[in-house]
């Protein structure tokens, strides 16, 4: 016998896929931690994982004045926005070159300066301290 349970949880995982399928299609805004940010297609969405939004929150509350931040694995670069208003020289590198032209859009929309490189983990960033 079937339950309206038993389908909906057999349905669900087909349902988000679909949705997180359509929505990695386009481009998105989203607003997290005082950002608005626009979400370019292939990279990842900082709303859906709760661990940005907590290191977003994290990185805010630190006193990074005139010190180097290192956002390896950038996405849409909340982590780096959030770094740089916090006053820090930031360095923003992922290995999608997609995620790169996020970072460095959302920057520039929000007046924020960050070095943002294309790099296979630490590959692009030379001798860079």
């Not at 038993?6 to 989203?30: E, F, G, I």
């Not at 969405?45 to 006193?63: C, D, E, M, Q």
């Not at 020289?89 to 460095?104: F, G, K, Q, W, Y």
Request: aromatic share 8%; with cysteine; charged share 20%.
């Amino acid at each position: 016998m079937f339950s309206l349970g038993r389908v909906r949880r057999a349905l669900q995982p087909l349902v988000l896929k679909y949705w997180l399928n359509q929505r990695s299609q386009k481009t998105v805004t989203t607003r997290v931690e005082g950002f608005e940010l626009s979400v370019f297609p292939s990279v990842f969405h900082p709303r859906y994982f709760g661990s940005s939004a907590i290191l977003a929150r994290f990185v805010s509350s630190l006193g990074l004045e005139g010190k180097s931040f290192l956002d390896l694995g950038c996405g849409s670069g909340l982590i780096a926005l959030c770094a740089a208003r916090a006053g820090a020289r930031v360095t923003a590198a992922d290995i999608n070159p997609e995620a790169v032209r996020c970072t460095l859009s959302n920057a520039v929309r929000h007046n924020l300066t960050i070095d943002a490189k294309v790099s296979d983990l630490f590959s692009s960033l030379d001798d860079t301290r």
